[in-house]
């Protein structure tokens, strides 16, 4: 049997155990995963384009447990009533291949997302950091306010988004979590005194939602947005303004803020900072950018974490997945008594 986390069982773990604590105790597994990194196996992710959004598979194994994600990007989506993003995970025993777990990730990818961005951030960004600007305040953007409150005790936040709609719906559901959110007239009026900026626009396109003139000394950008060929939210000159770090740098020059640079731009991959074989922030000068696309370790880290978070919980139930004959040779036999003759 393969336990399976849906929607509802997904919502009820999250709602009882919090979705800030849940965030920090992933950015831990993560971590501890970036720290082992080079045992993973990588590729960049299958992606299949079309005119209306992209559909992913994201795969890695560290030889023993595998696990992918189903994912896609469809950023018309919401004006057809459609999340933007959607997604699916499973987790295998890689030594005779049966799934072992399987769980919705669409409130996952979000998580893990969150995560991903806290996690990097608590090592990069300047120590004392108190306001984040949030230029893109649609479906991650609760999420990320929550992983930088738990990373660097952020509760200011300075918001844009060309949605008015939008904004007021992170003012809704942000100022009960004890956010002070400023509404902005303009993404250069938000980054007005931000340590941290956060792009997460959803765009499929080459935008520039982020501008070198806007970038202070000491800021930290976590940009997210930038996800498939095509699709940026970076003026370029700011890359070339402090130090990048990247998820999985093959992946990250396809998909990137980096597609826009040469391909022997120079890019540090974050788990070095976490094994020491590389510096994060040296001064609290530096301009720091995490050029942020998502990573299938990122994926498995957070189910691996959901599986053990609800192990012997009621947040799960256990399906029939796998077609298990008697004798193993015998798959017909299941099926065979049972059909017609003739």
Same mark, same amino acid.
């Given at each position: ?22 965030? #920090? ?13 080079? #045992? ?12 209306? +959004? ?17 994912? *896609? ?15 699916? +995970? ?5 030594? *005779?291949? !049966? ?8 409130? /996952? ?7 991903? #961005? ?21 479906? %991650? ?50 980054? %007005? ?28 950008? *976590? ?53 020491? +074989? ?7 000068? %530096? ?17 691996? !974490? ?24 015998? /798959?017909? +036999?299941?099926?065979?008594? /049972? #059909?017609?003759?003739?």
């Amino acid at each position: 049997m393969t336990r399976f986390v849906d929607v509802h069982n997904m919502v009820r773990w999250v709602a009882r155990t919090g979705t800030q604590t849940i965030i #920090s105790e992933m950015m831990d597994y993560l971590e501890d995963d970036f720290r082992r990194w080079e #045992s993973f196996d990588k590729t960049p992710r299958v992606a299949s384009h079309t005119p209306f +959004g992209v559909i992913e598979l994201m795969p890695t194994s560290d030889h023993e447990t595998y696990g992918f994600k189903y994912v *896609n990007g469809h950023p018309s989506n919401p004006a057809r009533g459609f999340q933007t993003v959607t997604a699916f +995970g499973v987790l295998a025993d890689v030594h *005779n291949g !049966y799934p072992t777990f399987l769980t919705e990730m669409t409130l /996952l990818t979000a998580l893990r997302t969150a995560a991903t #961005s806290g996690m990097v951030g608590r090592r990069l960004a300047r120590p004392g950091s108190s306001v984040m600007a949030m230029i893109g305040t649609g479906s %991650q953007s609760e999420f990320q306010a929550l992983a930088f409150k738990a990373a660097l005790g952020i509760t200011t936040l300075r918001v844009w988004d060309t949605d008015p709609g939008a904004m007021a719906k992170l003012v809704r559901n942000a100022a009960p979590l004890g956010f002070d959110v400023h509404i902005a007239s303009s993404a250069a009026d938000a980054v %007005q005194g931000a340590d941290v900026i956060t792009t997460c626009t959803a765009d499929k396109a080459n935008a520039t939602v982020l501008t070198a003139d806007m970038i202070r000394p000491g800021v930290h950008i *976590n940009a997210i947005g930038g996800d498939c060929p095509g699709k940026t939210e970076l003026d370029a000159a700011i890359l070339e303004l402090g130090e990048v770090f990247v998820e999985y740098t093959p992946q990250t020059r396809i998909e990137g803020e980096i597609q826009q640079m040469p391909a022997d731009f120079a890019v540090t991959e974050f788990w070095q900072v976490l094994a020491g +074989g590389a510096a994060g922030r040296s001064t609290p000068e %530096q301009v720091t950018i995490f050029d942020s696309v998502g990573f299938a370790i990122e994926d498995f880290s957070a189910l691996r !974490y959901v599986r053990d978070a609800v192990q012997g919980s009621d947040f799960f139930e256990e399906i029939d997945l796998v077609a298990n004959p008697e004798d193993p040779k015998d /798959l017909f +036999g299941l099926v065979g008594a /049972l #059909s017609p003759v003739g």
